[in-house]
């Protein structure tokens, strides 16, 4: 068994649980720095505002520019991160029933490979109870290769 979540529903459920606990949402700054403080990650700056916190969360992806500020990953490079497009689309959800043959409640999830003239990658389609996403993932130096 296996579940999907819509990442715009959930992100804002859980950045809500968050803050009913106490924790500092703050969305659309550019953080320009780390505050750190005996080796502990203690802040962040953002313009002229310092502000403080007992755990910071850089949600920036997975090309965090302030993960590599703070020491915790490499310099990113093109041949080790691949690029992922999603689209969803809405559909009712007989429709995705009628569609994918499935019984109600059910969902349906289809890995794509096939011949790629050497370019790694893969392309999905799977099913939500008002939407199916569909995608596909690739290397771009690959791609820029070609």
């Keep these: 068994m296996s579940?999907?979540?819509?990442?715009?529903?959930?992100?804002?459920?859980l950045a809500g649980k968050a803050e009913e606990m106490g924790a500092l949402l703050a969305?659309?700054?550019?953080?320009?720095?780390?505050?750190?403080?005996?080796?502990?990650i203690a802040g962040i700056i953002a313009g002229e505002d310092e502000i403080y916190a007992d755990v910071v969360i850089?949600?920036?992806?997975?090309?965090?520019?302030?993960a590599q500020k703070a020491g915790l990953i490499e310099?990113?490079?093109?041949e080790t991160v691949a690029v992922g497009i999603k689209?969803?689309?809405?559909?009712?959800?007989?429709?995705?029933?009628?569609?994918?043959?499935?019984?109600?409640?059910?969902?349906?999830a289809r890995l794509i490979l096939g011949c790629t003239e050497g370019i790694h990658g893969v392309g999905f389609i799977y099913t939500n109870?008002?939407?199916?996403?569909?995608?596909?993932?690739?290397?771009?130096?690959?791609?820029?290769?070609?």
Excluded: H, M
């Design 3 to 13: 579940y999907t979540i819509l990442r715009a529903v959930f992100d804002e459920w």
């Design 27 to 40: 969305c659309g700054i550019r953080v320009d720095e780390l505050i750190e403080k005996d080796g502990i």
């Design 58 to 66: 850089a949600a920036d992806g997975v090309n965090s520019f302030l």
């Design 75 to 78: 310099d990113i490079k093109a």
């Design 87 to 108: 689209e969803v689309i809405e559909l009712p959800a007989k429709t995705i029933e009628e569609r994918f043959n499935l019984r109600e409640g059910e969902g349906a």
């Design 129 to 146: 109870r008002g939407s199916i996403s569909v995608g596909c993932v690739f290397i771009p130096e690959e791609v820029w290769q070609r």
